[in-house]
């Protein structure tokens, strides 16, 4: 199949170059910039979320074959996200660059923060269905004419999840041999919000249990060692070694676990009554 570059005109019509869009590594670096509107500046974690949601989306409807990371340094990244205020003449936007040797490199998002609303529709749903959207570009999925789907063009408001005409045409793109699983249900179920299942929970419990007990057994070996020797003779639990030895060393991984979770945290002040 082959793909177009495409983008929205400031009259919502989509422009069209022939050019081949498809990344060529599957973990991707995302940038979000900060929201400098005054009107929207504190709703920044907000739109935010809705990025993060949004590529997530797209990385379930896939099988996970392509993963997105998001960085705090503009540079590292492959995508870019920014804001603006179009004045309702522009959902959004999105651009593409490419090397020398003819290769994509890059891809900037613009997202209006003030789109045209109609009949009064929820403000907040048409920017995440325009996120949706310009992600999907971003990622080389196709536009389409069907009102069921996410990349349908024109807008069609009110829509917040995927069709299954999206997450088969991400499909086709990156992992192929996801449309024609036997099991179909394993596609169809996919969501679009991200969510950590209760197996996984239970099982980064019984993980921070275990680092906080390997940790306390550590910490009473260096103990009685440091006892014995009543400090005489430097070895690496001693505080007069370089960084405090393995003493630092705990100390600074019990910070790091009271950290981790509320779990850990009670572990911890179970088990050390001394820090």
């Known amino acids: 199949m082959s793909l177009i570059k495409k983008w929205f005109s400031k009259d919502n019509q989509c422009l069209n170059i022939v050019q081949t869009i498809k990344w060529n590594v599957n973990h991707i670096k995302v940038y979000i910039a900060p929201i400098k509107m005054r009107s929207k500046v504190e709703e920044n974690s907000k739109y935010r979320n809705m990025v993060i949601q949004a590529f997530n989306a797209w990385s379930l409807a896939c099988g996970r074959k392509l993963q997105f990371k998001i960085t705090d340094r503009l540079f590292d990244s492959l995508i870019n996200i920014n804001w603006e205020k179009s004045n309702?003449?522009?959902?959004?936007?999105?651009?593409?660059?490419?090397?020398?040797?003819?290769?994509?490199?890059?891809?900037?998002?613009?997202?209006?923060?003030?789109p045209t609303r109609i009949n009064e529709i929820d403000c907040d749903t048409e920017i995440y269905h325009s996120i949706l959207h310009c992600v999907g570009i971003s990622l080389g999925v196709?536009?389409?004419n069907n009102p069921d789907d996410i990349m349908c063009i024109p807008h069609q408001y009110g829509k917040m999840e995927l069709s299954e005409n999206d997450k088969k045409a991400i499909c086709n793109l990156y992992n192929p041999e996801n449309i024609n699983i036997a099991n179909q249900e394993q596609l169809n179920n996919i969501g679009t919000k991200p969510e950590v299942s209760d197996n996984i929970k239970d099982l980064r419990k019984k993980e921070d249990e275990e680092i906080v007990e390997h940790l306390k057994?550590?910490?009473?070996?260096v103990n009685t060692k440091c006892t014995r020797c009543n400090d005489l003779y430097?070895?690496?639990?001693?505080?007069?070694?370089?960084?405090d030895g393995l003493r630092g060393y705990i100390n600074e991984s019990i910070k790091i676990m009271m950290k981790q979770s509320s779990e850990a945290r009670a572990k911890i002040e179970e088990l050390f009554t001394e820090k």
């Open 142 to 144: 196709p536009q389409t």
């Open 88 to 114: 309702g003449k522009n959902f959004g936007s999105c651009y593409f660059s490419w090397d020398k040797q003819g290769r994509l490199c890059g891809a900037e998002i613009s997202i209006d923060l003030f």
């Open 234 to 243: 430097g070895c690496m639990g001693c505080t007069l070694s370089h960084g």
């Open 217 to 221: 057994a550590i910490y009473d070996i």
